[in-house]
């Protein structure tokens, strides 16, 4: 149960929720779904004095133009999976919504902009838009600033966000050279969060290209893009070794929670990124 | 008491009958034993017009909030409340030091061992001037709202002065190690053996000998509905009610009235429809008192919600195994011994710790082996008070006997199905003794065995684990049986191994029954109409069912140990037999005749000789308006009572000095197979089947709902299910994203056949059906991931999480 008292906002308009962060600032939490920070206040983890609502400000719309898909920061998953533009322009987000469990309330109550502001590290966002190479749209009373994904996940539960700014949207290019990729999380039983998440994509244009993000194994996602010539690809084993071992570096020393140490983490990196980039690559050898 | 049923279908014989299903139907006249009914509440719990405990709080109810200790192991220096009892809604507080003035410790539900250790229970309702271990209620508040109450308890001022905490049972043990429950001399509380034969020289001569150590987390049952009680002082009648999850409401009513220094009379404890318990909600809880003390003192009813991460402190099942087994040349297993090393917390009033003593009592489950030397050592630590759990404890002795055997198997290449096959009791070999004093009723553990091979395809399995062998997802294959020791009746225990019922017919043929058993949520209550309705030719829809409640029902356990059928119902049974006999000669009073030649069926009583008949309602309202002709020679009113006391039972110490406190053994055999990714660690459960018997099915849709929801339990803590704590010995796990349940989408279908073996100790050939499966299924899983693991690593702990797995992998490789 809430044991605080807090006052509650829901601005109507972007610079009305830009004032009140710039108002209240760190004693404010940006309430997307509520998911996370709803359970965390019936906890009493977090007390927030006040609570700034964005599902006034219609930031759940997925559009696309000559250059970028565009999803709103409010988008939920429900939303996600419905519509046919991610499913062919960000089949790997898809791919990722594809496996949220939790059922109806999280599906229809959890938001894409929510999940990467929360930056747990234990859960799917982060990796795969990282993995997409994902531009996050920062709004304030003083404008707006987008910011790649390898600068936004700065930390444990903590992004670049300043506490004067709220997530409006995130941007994926129009990739043409996209051939296939792959999403899959890892955890003990479906009532768990994701322990370790692989997302990669195989993309060939003038130069061919291996993106691959390790999620929740590290306290931020573990992102690099392996460029490569056509020739590895007929035999890929020292790419996926060399793959292997980097995402290893990147993760660090692991993520530790009350579901899984940094050790276990680390322990089934390399094996988890070895199986997938063998499936990726499999299909690009005819 | 001869109502042996007659022509009872459950004795099949001919050559196939070891691998048939078997059915129970009690085939005397308008009899429902045996028969599936639909639960009679169904429809109104699955619409949501079931009142749980905490849709019957007062609009006008204060809200209680307890601040529990942050440490383990502390003592309490100061507590300040006036901050706290200045903030909005907030009525009134109380400190340990102060609850004391009012209150005193709950009394022992159960006696401590005689030769064991003894000492004070942490059984006040706040801790006096100690911390004993991290969660223990130290300080309280009540408001008018739940956030009013939450939100001051962040005002009281607490000072501690910090200890370091006594976490492991080896700790505890250790020489000098600081004693964990104040005004003990030991943390010692009980050291049992439990011997037959000559083990060592057993040991000795043995043509094969596998060892292992396991030890098993701790875990929680988890109900849906976590603890809520509503309290309300009557000022003017001096009484208390106490309305709330109680799963023994007359032995909580005995608690709580002396915890709160009144007599038994002035408590009335009503337990409404429970969502789940498992054991959680057994008496004891120290919430019980604190929500009467501020009841009586705001004069207010107050009414407490379980928080679910305070449901999750209750732990159970930590031990620690270190076991061999023994086997001649042929196979044969020759001798099991066991040391036990179990932790069981701090000891408060539930007295739950007793599980552990019920551990080794099951040994050596279905198999013959001739010598057993089994020692327990249970160790008090600075960890919450062990809660009762579904299983007792029966549920790691066999899970520890199960992985001794695959273990052998492996070691000497036999199959362990064929292992076990060789080992098996025989049916026509019980009952027997168990070393630890208990008397197996019976059972047909080969049939069960050969049934389960009809609906669970090994070869095929094998063939598939075989071809999986070097991929990284492999396969492996558990089988795993289980004894289930149910309807304990251990003397010192309050109530004890009988209950009792009454059967009412009201002038309008109405029935109503008073037990004192209650539901979880089993659906029992349906099962006891079914007992009633049969013997007076009605239908169970026709029979209300009133338990819970102190004022009203007869003393009894409520729910404990798979009694509501096999001991309620029972008691229940039988006084609607002599019920039946009155209406009987009722009716023969009507129809001329003799009561010999009456039946009752289908609601009316037949003279069986011209067919003459009268409704059964007509009796009822003759038997009250003309007694003096219509019930002449019948004793009045249409009531009766009786109680059921089993057999099997023996108070006396044996020649080993034990005595057998269990009366009915259930049994099943499980078998599984699942997926293993060597990668991850991860299990995926692919297959499931299990041969259950528990002697004659009252109602087997009720058993096998029972049997399914024992089996998910043992495959979560199989695989998933752990309390953890942090360093500081504070519970991280304290909600269903970081304590694992299983969902649906984790478990295969699960398969389910019957056997029927009566009980030749019980008047319908009845035994405990509650519990049974769930340690089945836990071997059966943990021998599963063991199996796929192979000679590459060692199942050592429970459950196999996947970093144990993974672990376990590296360092037989390091």
Same mark, same amino acid.
């Given at each position: ?286 | ?538 239908? +169970? ?235 089945? +299924?836990? +071997? ?15 199942? +050592? ?18």
């Amino acid at each position: 149960m809430i044991g605080h008292r807090f006052d509650f906002h829901q601005p109507k308009e972007l610079d009305e929720a830009a004032d009140l962060l710039a108002r209240f600032g760190e004693d404010a939490s940006v309430l997307g779904g509520g998911t996370m920070l709803v359970p965390s206040m019936s906890a009493n983890l977090v007390r927030p004095a006040h609570l700034i609502g964005l599902s006034g400000l219609g930031l759940d719309s997925i559009e696309l133009d000559g250059t970028h898909l565009r999803i709103g920061a409010m988008t939920t998953y429900a939303q996600l999976l419905a519509s046919p533009i991610v499913a062919s322009h960000a089949p790997l987000l898809a791919a990722m919504a594809a496996q949220v469990t939790g059922g109806a309330s999280i599906l229809n109550q959890g938001t894409l902009g929510g999940a990467a502001s929360f930056a747990n590290p234990s859960s799917d966002a982060p990796g795969c838009l990282a993995a997409m190479e994902a531009v996050f749209e920062l709004h304030s009373s003083q404008g707006k600033r987008c910011m790649p994904a390898c600068d936004f996940f700065a930390d444990a539960f903590r992004t670049a966000r300043r506490a004067d700014e709220f997530l409006t949207g995130i941007l994926v290019s129009r990739d043409a050279t996209l051939i296939a990729c792959q999403y899959q999380k890892y955890k003990a039983s479906a009532s768990s969060w994701p322990i370790v998440t692989v997302a990669c994509s195989l993309h060939r244009g003038t130069q061919a290209s291996v993106r691959l993000a390790v999620g929740a194994a590290g306290r931020r996602p573990a992102y690099h893009r392996f460029t490569i010539d056509e020739r590895s690809l007929l035999a890929p084993d020292a790419l996926i070794e060399q793959a292997a071992s980097r995402a290893l570096n990147l993760v660090g020393e692991g993520w530790n929670d009350e579901l899984a140490d940094g050790d276990y983490r680390r322990a089934i990196v390399p094996g988890v990124v070895r199986r997938h980039l063998r499936t990726l690559l499999a299909g690009a050898k005819a | 008491m001869h109502n042996q049923p007659t022509n009872v279908e459950a004795a099949q014989s001919g050559p196939h009958a070891a691998n048939m299903e078997q059915t129970f139907k009690d085939a005397s006249p308008g009899s429902l034993l045996g028969e599936s009914v639909a639960r009679l509440d169904g429809a109104r719990f699955v619409s949501g017009r079931v009142d749980y405990s905490a849709d019957l709080i007062p609009r006008d109810a204060l809200h209680l909030a307890i601040l529990r200790s942050a440490h383990a192991c502390a003592r309490i220096v100061s507590i300040d409340l006036s901050e706290a009892l200045a903030m909005p809604g907030v009525v009134a507080g109380l400190t340990g030091e102060e609850a004391a003035l009012f209150s005193d410790a709950m009394p022992p539900a159960m006696d401590l061992p005689a030769k064991g250790a003894r000492g004070p229970l942490q059984s006040r309702c706040l801790a006096l001037e100690e911390a004993t271990y991290f969660g223990q209620p130290v300080a309280a508040l009540v408001a008018t709202s739940v956030h009013d109450a939450q939100a001051a308890l962040a005002k009281i001022r607490i000072e501690y002065e910090v200890r370091a905490p006594t976490v492991s049972a080896r700790d505890a043990l250790r020489d000098g190690a600081p004693i964990v429950q104040p005004g003990w001399d030991t943390n010692l509380l009980v050291h049992d053996r439990i011997r037959s034969g000559d083990a060592d020289a057993a040991f000795a001569r043995a043509a094969h000998v596998a060892r292992g150590e396991l030890t098993i987390g701790s875990s929680t049952s988890a109900p849906m509905e976590t603890l809520c009680y509503v309290a309300e002082w009557d000022a003017r009648g001096e009484r208390y009610a106490l309305t709330g999850t109680f799963q023994n409401p007359h032995t909580s009513r005995w608690l709580i009235a002396a915890a709160l220094r009144v007599k038994e009379s002035q408590v009335r404890v009503i337990a409404p429809r429970i969502g789940g318990t498992f054991g959680l909600k057994m008496a004891g809880h120290p919430e019980e008192v604190l929500v009467a003390l501020f009841s009586r003192l705001t004069k207010r009813p107050v009414a407490w919600i379980e928080e679910r991460r305070e449901t999750l402190l209750a732990g159970a099942r930590s031990q620690h195994h270190s076991f061999e087994i023994a086997a001649d040349e042929n196979g044969r297993l020759i001798a099991w011994r066991d040391r036990i090393l179990v932790d069981v917390g701090i000891i408060g009033a539930g007295h739950s710790w007793a599980m552990a003593l019920v551990t080794p009592a099951v040994f050596p489950t279905v198999y013959t082996i001739e010598h057993c030397d089994v020692e327990c050592s249970l160790a008090m630590t600075n960890q919450p008070p062990w809660q009762a759990i579904r299983g007792y404890g029966k549920e790691i002795g066999n899970l520890v006997l199960e992985r001794a055997i695959d273990l052998l198997a492996q070691q000497t290449g036999m199959d362990p199905v064929e292992l076990r096959r060789r080992n098996l009791v025989a049916r026509e070999a019980l009952p027997r003794l168990l070393p630890s004093g208990l008397n197996v009723d019976s059972g047909d553990y080969p049939g069960g065995l050969e049934q389960l091979l009809t609906m669970f395809d090994y070869p095929r399995w094998q063939a598939r684990a075989r071809a999986a062998r070097d991929s990284e997802c492999r396969i492996g294959i558990g089988v795993a049986f289980e004894l289930t020791p149910e309807g304990g009746a251990r003397p010192g225990n309050f109530p004890n191994g009988y209950e009792t019922s009454t059967v009412r017919m009201m002038p309008s043929g109405d029935v109503q029954v008073l037990t004192g058993v209650t539901s979880p949520g089993s659906g029992s209550d349906t099962g006891i109409a079914q007992m009633v309705a049969g013997e007076l030719g009605l239908r +169970a829809d026709q029979v209300s069912i009133i338990e819970g409640d102190t004022d009203v029902t007869p003393l009894g356990t409520g729910n404990a140990s798979s009694r509501a059928l096999m001991y309620g119902g029972t008691a229940a049974y039988l006084a609607a037999r002599e019920l039946r006999d009155r209406l009987a000669q009722c009716a023969a009073n009507m129809l001329g005749g003799t009561a010999d030649d009456i039946v009752l069926r289908d609601g009316h009583a037949r003279r069986q000789s011209n067919g003459a008949q009268i409704a059964v309602a007509e009796l009822a309202l003759g038997a009250h308006l003309r007694p003096f002709t219509v019930a002449a020679g019948v004793t009045l009113p249409l009531e009766v009572t009786r109680s059921f006391a089993p057999k099997n039972v023996r108070v006396e110490p044996d020649a080993q000095g034990r005595i057998a406190t269990y009366p009915t053994f259930s049994y099943s055999v499980h078998a599984v197979a699942l997926e293993l990714d060597m990668a991850t660690g991860n299990s995926k459960l692919l297959d499931y089947a299990v041969v259950h018997d528990c002697g004659a099915m009252i109602n087997p849709a009720l058993v096998e709902a029972q049997l399914r929801g024992a089996i998910v339990m043992g495959i979560g803590v199989a695989l998933w299910e752990l309390i953890k704590m942090d360093e500081q010995n504070r519970m991280i796990t304290d909600r269903f994203k970081s304590y694992l349940l299983p969902r649906a989408n984790d478990l295969p279908p699960i398969r389910v056949g019957h056997r029927v073996t009566l009980n030749p100790f019980h008047p319908l050939g009845m035994k405990g059906a509650g519990e049974s499966g769930l340690g089945g +299924a836990l +071997a059966a899983v943990s021998n599963a991931v063991a199996n796929a693991l192979g000679n590459d690593a060692c199942l +050592a702990h429970v459950p196999a999480t996947p970093a144990r797995v993974i672990a376990s992998l590296r360092e037989r490789f390091a």
